[in-house]
């Protein structure tokens, strides 16, 4: 089993910035791609971003390119989700995911692995 461990969410003032980490134990060595998904009060889950195992590719969900940063450190088995210029609408629980394929993937059905999320919540 994989265990995920999402931190570094809380509260800010939009314009802010924040920087979410997810730590992965247990069998972390069968993970490969690993994403960032959030869900909104009374909102489905959303795509936020993935990455491979290299941290060489990676893909965002369009709304949210250019505010966005995601990256790894397999060395920590540690994935980060940099998030600049926040917005209230970004307000949201951000749940870490990751599979065992290599395989970039937007759908979370596709993960096999979640951790418990970690709330961001941005003031106006």
């Known amino acids: 089993q994989v265990q995920l461990v999402e931190s570094g969410g809380g509260l800010v003032q939009a314009g802010g910035s924040l920087r979410l980490s997810c730590a992965a134990s247990?069998?972390?060595?069968?993970?490969?791609?690993m994403g960032w998904f959030r869900q909104a009060p009374g909102k489905e889950r959303e795509f936020v971003a993935t990455?491979?195992?290299?941290?060489?590719?990676?893909d965002y969900a369009d709304s949210l390119k250019g505010r966005f940063t995601i990256s790894r450190e397999n060395a920590k088995n540690s994935v980060y989700l940099e998030v600049n210029s926040l917005k209230p609408e970004d307000t949201a629980v951000y749940y870490c995911?990751?599979?065992?394929?290599?395989?970039?993937?937007?759908?979370?059905?596709?993960?096999?692995?979640w951790g418990q999320g970690t709330q961001v919540t941005v003031s106006s």
């Open positions: 995911a990751a599979r065992t394929s290599r395989v970039l993937e937007r759908r979370g059905g596709g993960y096999e692995y």
């Open positions: 247990g069998r972390a060595s069968i993970i490969y791609t």
């Open positions: 990455i491979s195992w290299s941290g060489t590719a990676y």
